[in-house]
């Protein structure tokens, strides 16, 4: 099965990996699109105009954002086996990324929001250097950095500011570090703020900063029937896969098993929020994945596999076909 082929740390599994992202997401090369965030990203206008003048074509967008996941991908697998989350190391939690976050269309179509989760991403990785070391006031400054220049994309992102701050204090319960966190998240906004105001756009800066640094409420729901059953399905395996890793014997002496636990309160805080953004939920809640996928991951590197677990995990790759065929217009459901 699938699975298998991914439950070691050859390097030709680096390949496998590759092929198996165009696989879940290929198709889309056939239909290639780029979508913005609608209100999401303040670069996402600068970005579009961008593109529009070098000419660069759907298809090379779609290409560049499938070789973003697969990237993202092996760093996030290399963050959880060199923190030894996993007692054995393989490349399933890399797998289970790819196919979590190719399950709906809406999540394969080219955007800012893959740029916006690749700097997030770096900045996990550096929060997770940060609790094993004894000074890391640079890494703290760094971490939150990238955080705020990945926000610049898209701004959703940006809730995960509480899991650096919690991950942080919780080490050294210093107050300098929880001002060096909030300084160095709102630096490019102030440099971006002093540029547009020496060239006389800062009222429309002004507008996007009062429209996206308060919660609003925007509970209508535009996911279909499917997509929440799936969605419902991934929250199912999230519980189960969370109290497996609990529950690991290995586990418990991890040095970041408060910061894996922290990560579980930014999934739910991704959940929960979906109705309180602007636009797509179903597009925020990819959010949801990243944090997620830890603990799906954990389901399915179990020491051996049986037949139900071939079973859950066809589901997610099936589904993830299905939705985006349906959401192609080639078949509807």
């Known amino acids: ?68 996941i697969y990237i993202e991908a092996i760093i996030l697998n290399f963050i959880l086996t060199a923190n030894k989350i996993f007692v054995t190391n393989s490349f399933v939690p890399a797998m289970i990324f790819i196919t979590l976050s190719s399950l709906f269309g809406e999540w394969i179509v080219a955007g800012t ?14 929060l997770f250097r940060i609790t094993g070391v004894e000074s890391g006031r640079e890494n703290t400054f760094y971490t939150s950095l990238f955080l705020s220049i990945g926000s610049l994309f898209y701004f959703p992102i940006a809730f995960f500011l509480p899991v650096i701050i919690i991950g942080i204090l919780l080490r050294s319960l210093a107050f300098a570090d929880f001002v060096l966190i909030i300084t160095a998240f709102l630096l490019p906004y102030y440099f971006i703020g002093i540029g547009l105001y020496y060239s006389g756009h800062i009222e429309d800066y002004l507008y996007f900063l009062q429209s996206h640094f308060y919660i609003n409420p925007s509970p209508v729901i535009d996911i279909s029937i499917p997509q929440e059953i799936m969605l419902l399905y991934f929250l199912a395996l999230v519980i189960w896969g969370y109290m497996l890793l609990r529950g690991d014997r290995e586990f418990k002496i991890v040095k970041h098993r408060r910061l894996v636990l922290i990560v579980l309160g930014y999934f739910a805080l991704s959940v929960l929020s979906g109705p309180f953004i602007t636009g797509s939920k179903l597009v925020y809640l990819q959010c949801a994945v990243l944090p997620g996928f830890i603990f799906v991951s954990k389901i399915f590197s179990a020491e051996k596999l049986r037949f139900y677990h071939h079973l859950l ?21």
């Open 113 to 126: 929001q893959t740029v916006a989760q690749l700097f997030l991403i770096i900045s996990i990785m550096s």
């Open 1 to 68: 099965m699938i699975i298998r082929l991914f439950r070691n740390n050859r390097p030709s599994v680096y390949f496998l990996l590759l092929v198996y992202t165009f696989i879940l997401r290929g198709i889309f090369l056939w239909h290639p699109a780029f979508e913005k965030p609608e209100e999401g990203a303040f670069l996402s206008p600068y970005i579009i105009n961008w593109i529009h003048q070098n000419h660069i074509s759907l298809f090379a967008l779609q290409f560049t954002d499938i070789l973003l």
């Open 313 to 333: 995990f066809l589901l997610f790759f099936f589904g993830a076909i299905l939705f985006q065929l349906d959401y192609l217009g080639i078949m509807k459901w």
